[in-house]
């Protein structure tokens, strides 16, 4: 879905971005106007319009608080959340980049600020315990009056580039409108996880559930048997490889569901399919040469090589060819997935090519795939454009699961 950017890496995060006006989580006139003076190609230049929106936004809402205007600062520190965000996109793949903290800490402070001034919304801050004295900062949310699902609770889980943050808007919102309390966190590779402790990705997404559900089992407004879990865009691959170890997750949801990352990317490849299965080993030196030079020149690309610069970070490796062998450890095998699972094919996203084969294959009994379309304007990568009626189908899919 084209919105209006010339570069299509910053349009398809401009989309994105723009999805998050159904939860007043950004402004449809502050995301455009700050995109009309971005330059293609240029990631400088959308760190400074974006970081410009997100300290401009927070102004709004510390001078509206100090006024005593709860509501407004609310909004405000929300959408600077968001803003704040969006500035440290591209810095990811940027190691040495101290901005990228910046941002991302600036995030969290404005989501903190703005739920201290909800009326809807308790949270409370989580740390879950790791390994060698790391954490996964994370929130625990649960709704304020209305309807409470006496303690049903989803967890979501974010992608590459995500923040727990960001998922607030992804879903969390709305599944605390339905009545779920929802965990938000930050695993390794993702939000302050990653850029403030330095804990990259793992493949055994088992070892990063189980701890959260430990938790989860530590309080007594916790439904142990209704527990659920959603992975977003990578996430799509973590939960469902979570749940083929951790039995006490009651059904997961998937956008989209994914297989073998490895297989993935080297599909895309232009070597013949003997040499695709195994490079760089068994490949002649002379096609490895010619694949790094390729590879190299894509990620020379400020926006366009963005990805691939920030798989590299993400895992921690330094030798692009690293990154095939690296991602070869991320795959699951269906059969293993037993809970009830949804699993949402948005048609125009590449990612989501193994929906169908996973939906056949896993074991579960009760499984629904749902595809997103073009015509609901739902068919980008996380049906963003349409996030609404992602979470239609799938809060009240586990609603009927959860009966």
């Not at 799509?236 to 569901?257: F, M």
């Not at 990805?307 to 030798?319: E, P, Y």
């Not at 450890?329 to 193994?354: G, M, N, R, S």
């Amino acid at each position: 879905m084209k919105v209006f950017h010339p570069d299509e890496t910053f349009d398809g995060q401009l989309l994105r971005l723009l999805t998050y006006t159904y939860e007043r989580g950004t402004d449809y006139g502050e995301c455009i106007s700050t995109a009309t003076r971005i330059k293609a190609h240029d990631i400088e230049s959308w760190y400074a319009e974006w970081h410009a929106l997100a300290e401009r936004i927070e102004t709004v809402a510390k001078v509206a608080l100090a006024k005593d205007h709860k509501a407004t600062a609310h909004e405000a520190y929300l959408r600077a959340s968001m803003y704040h965000r969006a500035s440290g996109q591209f810095l990811i793949g940027s190691p040495d980049d101290e901005r990228l903290l910046t941002a991302f800490s600036k995030s969290a402070v404005c989501f903190q600020e703005s739920m201290k001034l909800s009326t809807t919304v308790k949270c409370e801050i989580v740390k879950i315990p790791y390994k060698d004295g790391k954490y996964f900062p994370g929130y625990f949310l649960t709704p304020i009056g209305g309807h409470n699902k006496s303690g049903q609770t989803v967890i979501i889980n974010g992608g590459y580039d995500s923040n727990k943050e960001e998922c607030y808007l992804f879903s969390g919102a709305a599944a605390l409108r339905r009545g779920y309390n929802t965990f938000l966190f930050d695993g390794p590779g993702q939000g302050l996880t990653f850029v403030e402790q330095g804990v990259t990705t793992i493949p055994e997404w088992e070892n990063v559930i189980t701890p959260v559900v430990d938790y989860l089992h530590t309080r007594t407004d916790v439904d142990k048997i209704k527990i659920a879990a959603m992975g977003i865009s990578f996430g799509g691959y973590q939960v469902p490889r979570a749940v083929t170890k951790e039995k006490r997750i009651s059904a997961i949801i998937c956008d989209p569901a994914q297989i073998d990352i490895g297989k993935k990317t080297r599909a895309r490849l232009p070597l013949p399919l003997s040499w695709k299965a195994s490079y760089p080993k068994g490949t002649p030196w002379w096609a490895v040469s010619i694949i790094s030079r390729l590879l190299a020149r894509r990620m020379a690309d400020p926006s366009g090589g963005w990805t691939i610069r920030r798989i590299l970070h993400v895992h921690g490796l330094k030798d692009v060819n690293d990154m095939f062998t690296e991602l070869d450890k991320f795959h699951l095998d269906p059969k293993e997935v037993t809970c009830p699972a949804f699993i949402a094919f948005a048609e125009k996203d590449l990612i989501a090519q193994e929906c169908a084969e996973f939906e056949k294959r896993i074991g579960s009994k009760e499984k629904k795939l749902v595809r997103y379309t073009e015509h609901e304007g739902a068919e980008e990568h996380c049906e963003a454009g349409c996030r609404a009626l992602f979470n239609e189908n799938a809060f009240d899919w586990l609603e009927e699961i959860f009966t």
